[in-house]
């Protein structure tokens, strides 16, 4: 799958079942389906730093949010299985744009800027608020938001307007933690249940919970198939009308 060391296998579907929260068995061919859609061809589409410079409406879109330095991008390129595709950097809020990423002609990627940079500006902050806002509100395309949570440090007060934010906008979400890599199994568990709890008063959040690492691929079968089940299955040629958000 690309340039990407290889992922750690899970060929056991017991494995793949624990990392969802809470565990549930996905069929063979639902997992297969993930994995042929995120080993087509990814490249990168445009960046918009501004309501005019979004792309038109097309085929269905799957964003990523979170703080800054919650990996994102990290795990964009291991579900792609590509190191580059979307950037990374060490210094966080470097993403200050919408950077849209293709799979071939199926599913659209939306990396969203970064939230909770204390450093940032704030007028930048409130421009990066006005795009998210708009974006959220106005594209038919977006089809489920993955909100990206830090493992080690479960929900923080800087994610508590985007959930509010979400919730307003009527855009389904999909918590995804991240850097499991760092977790023993029972501090998983623990900071799976507490996430579990808080979701519980937000109506546009997912109940299910993703377990991921993009260092050592736990999670990524899982997400691809559920990300999958998003993708246009028709030719581009066979498209017709605007989208509809699901």
Request: aromatic residues 6%; proline residues 7%; contains cysteine.
């Amino acid at each position: 799958m690309g340039d990407l060391p290889a992922e750690r296998r899970l060929s056991d579907p017991a494995e793949i079942a624990a990392t969802l929260f809470p565990p549930r068995d996905l069929t063979p061919e639902a997992i297969e389906a993930g994995r042929r859609l995120f080993a087509r061809e990814a490249r990168f589409v445009a960046a918009a730093a501004e309501p005019a410079a979004i792309p038109p409406d097309g085929l269905p879109e799957i964003a990523f949010a979170g703080r800054s330095n919650v990996g994102k991008s990290s795990l964009i390129n291991a579900l792609c299985g590509r190191r580059m595709l979307a950037r990374t950097s060490n210094t966080p809020g470097r993403t200050r744009t919408l950077n849209f990423f293709a799979l071939s002609d199926r599913l659209v990627l939306v990396d969203l800027p970064g939230y909770g940079y204390a450093a940032a500006a704030k007028s930048a902050v409130a421009q990066w608020n006005r795009l998210l806002r708009h974006y959220l509100e106005r594209r038919a395309a977006l089809r489920r938001i993955c909100l990206l949570i830090d493992a080690r440090h479960g929900i923080k007060e800087t994610d508590r307007p985007l959930f509010s934010l979400l919730d307003s906008c009527g855009a389904p979400y999909q918590i995804v933690l991240t850097k499991l890599d760092k977790l023993r199994d029972a501090e998983i568990d623990e900071v799976a249940r507490r996430v579990t709890a808080e979701l519980a008063r937000h109506p546009a959040a997912h109940p299910e919970i993703h377990l991921t690492s993009a260092h050592d691929g736990q999670g990524l079968p899982a997400l691809r198939a559920a990300l999958g089940s998003f993708a246009e299955t028709a030719a581009p040629s066979a498209l017709a009308g605007p989208a509809t958000r699901g």
